[in-house]
């Protein structure tokens, strides 16, 4: 299984990012896709999915902020962040979605977002 996050950094209030994740074609082209975030000290909650076909859904703090989107073609899942806020620094993790996501054993080093005030 391959999940490799990326495009991470250290950026003011109110900047971009744009994150991209690669994953194992195996497990890419059939799946719902999911970006994920821990914040030091809580647990990892899912921020954004999108389905096979293309359909999103969004946690209420990201929403009109942030966009999911996937390219099946290179098994790439992207998030591109805008207004980023100081609440949204955290480790953020691409992987599968499905109601069980809590429990995949496996989720790849994940790409550190810190936001400045």
């Known amino acids: 299984v391959q999940l490799q996050a990326s495009g991470g950094g250290l950026v003011q209030a109110g900047g971009s990012l744009r994150l991209s994740c690669v994953a194992s074609?195996?497990?890419?082209?059939?799946?719902?896709m999911g970006w994920y975030r821990q914040a030091p000290g809580s647990q990892r909650d899912l921020i954004a999915r999108?389905?096979?076909?293309?359909?999103?859904d969004y946690t209420d703090s990201v929403k009109g902020r942030f966009t999911i989107s996937r390219d099946n073609a290179k098994n790439t899942v992207y998030l591109q962040m805008n207004s980023l806020k100081p609440e949204d620094t955290a480790v953020y993790y691409c992987?599968?979605?499905?109601?069980?996501?809590?429990?995949?054993?496996?989720w790849g080093q994940g790409t550190q977002v810190t936001v400045s005030s």
């Open positions: 999108i389905t096979v076909g293309g359909s999103t």
């Open positions: 992987n599968i979605y499905n109601m069980s996501w809590r429990l995949r054993p496996y």
């Open positions: 074609g195996s497990i890419f082209r059939v799946n719902a």
